[in-house]
């Protein structure tokens, strides 16, 4: 097995490499050298049934499968995925975003499956890698792969909200968990021009420390949809409240919006968290949805059928996404490269093309992030 997931693992190497993704000669060799097979033994298909190496007559499978370059579902609860290995090429787009030279110290939030830990040994040492995630399964897991494959960074079982101020300063913070805003924390934790790469709503931050206790910096061009940091609701974990009743108000906002990558980029960013969902028996000819739901972690919903739309609760979830498309469209349907972050002690504000530029504060929850 060991010689094909070689042959398995060169190939998506010399995609990424083809694409684009995949530049740095140090990146590709860890890419090439760490076997992404050892820390993914079992994932769960798009059907949500176990491939596993441990059952023989899915072993060619489950290996053909580890050496695509999918995002894999590791582990479910109740029918929800709660933690996954990472695209392949969006792991490179980011490790490549941190611009090392080789004797920096990291903190990765988010340990998942141990691997992107092995592959940052790989290009750092060990020595120099903290990783942390808030549940001891994961990290025992993920230590127990990470030494299987000679490797033995720091392992650490707590909260990254707070980061970990104990191995604190780092050059670099890598976070590969979905996140509304970036942790103070964080920050606080970085050497005056130290970097961090993360994903912030459905795109990739990587911003700088000004060293006076502001960052700042620019979104990759590429999205990103990760499994949210634990300790914060997920999506799918917001309960939706009653729909809303009474008389229905006009919109030129139809519900076919919130399929749109462009405009879903600023929804991430602009409104609190939300969750939504439309009928698949109302789709249009260009089989997109002219009936759905949309509602957030404070009770509010709103329903959109047609050219009309009901709201309810303490925010009208329906007239903040109408702002956020008029901002949208404003600004010529702006891509996600052109926009970057601000922080700062009075807040985190999102910018178009530069930092005096056009402008709106991020929506970080006023009371922190919610605990489960």
Same mark, same amino acid.
């Given at each position: 097995m060991?010689?094909?997931?070689?042959?398995?693992?060169?190939?998506?190497?010399?995609?990424?490499?083809?694409?684009?993704?995949?530049?740095?000669?140090?990146?590709?060799?860890?890419?090439?050298?760490?076997?992404?097979?050892?820390?993914v033994p079992l994932f769960y298909d798009k059907q949500q049934n176990p491939v596993s190496r441990h059952q023989p007559e899915q072993?060619?499978?489950?290996?053909?499968?580890?050496?695509?370059d999918e995002a894999l579902a590791t582990q479910l609860a109740d029918g929800v995925v709660v933690s996954s290995s990472s695209q392949p090429s969006l792991m490179a787009i980011m490790l490549e975003?941190?611009?090392?030279?080789?004797?920096?110290?990291?903190?990765?939030?988010?340990?998942?499956?141990?691997?992107?830990?092995?592959?940052?040994?790989?290009?750092?040492?060990?020595?120099?890698?903290?990783?942390?995630?808030?549940? %001891?399964?994961?990290?025992?897991?993920a230590r127990s792969r990470l030494a299987d494959v000679g490797y033995q960074p720091l392992v650490v079982t707590a909260d990254g909200l707070d980061g970990y101020e104990a191995r604190a300063p780092y050059q670099r913070i890598i976070a590969t968990v979905g996140l509304e805003f970036v942790p103070p924390?964080?920050?606080?934790?970085?050497?005056?021009?130290?970097?961090?790469?993360?994903?912030?709503?459905?795109?990739?931050?990587?911003?700088?420390?000004?060293?006076?206790?502001?960052?700042?910096?620019?979104?990759?061009?590429?999205?990103?949809?990760?499994?949210?940091?634990?300790?914060?609701?997920?999506?799918?974990?917001?309960?939706? %409240?009653?729909?809303?009743?009474?008389?229905?108000? %006009?919109?030129?906002?139809?519900?076919?919006?919130?399929?749109?990558?462009?405009?879903?980029?600023?929804?991430?960013?602009?409104?609190?968290?939300?969750?939504?969902?439309?009928?698949v028996d109302t789709l249009d000819a260009n089989g997109k949805p002219t009936s759905a739901r949309i509602w957030s972690a404070d009770g509010s919903i709103a329903e959109v059928r047609g050219g009309e739309v009901l709201e309810a609760g303490p925010t009208p979830l329906w007239s903040r996404l109408e702002v956020v498309r008029r901002i949208h469209l404003e600004h010529g349907k702006p891509k996600r490269g052109r926009f970057g972050l601000s922080v700062d002690p009075a807040g985190q504000r999102l910018w178009l093309d530069s930092p005096d530029g056009p402008s709106w504060p991020l929506a970080v929850p006023s009371e922190g992030p919610a605990k489960r």
């Open positions: 060991a010689r094909r997931a070689a042959e398995l693992r060169r190939r998506l190497v010399a995609a990424m490499v083809a694409r684009g993704d995949l530049a740095d000669p140090a990146w590709r060799r860890a890419f090439d050298e760490v076997p992404r097979h050892e820390f072993v060619p499978s489950w290996l053909a499968e580890v050496y695509t975003a941190l611009q090392l030279e080789g004797t920096e110290r990291i903190l990765e939030i988010g340990t998942g499956t141990g691997y992107n830990a092995a592959l940052l040994c790989h290009r750092l040492g060990e020595y120099r890698v903290v990783t942390i995630d808030v549940d %001891p399964d994961i990290t025992s897991l924390a964080w920050l606080e934790q970085l050497t005056p021009d130290g970097l961090v790469v993360a994903p912030v709503g459905v795109g990739v931050i990587r911003l700088r420390n000004q060293g006076d206790g502001t960052a700042e910096g620019r979104f990759l061009r590429t999205p990103a949809f990760f499994m949210p940091l634990r300790g914060l609701d997920t999506e799918q974990s917001l309960p939706r %409240p009653d729909l809303p009743t009474g008389l229905p108000r %006009p919109t030129d906002v139809r519900a076919s919006v919130l399929t749109g990558n462009g405009l879903r980029f600023l929804m991430s960013l602009l409104m609190p968290r939300f969750s939504y969902q439309y009928d």
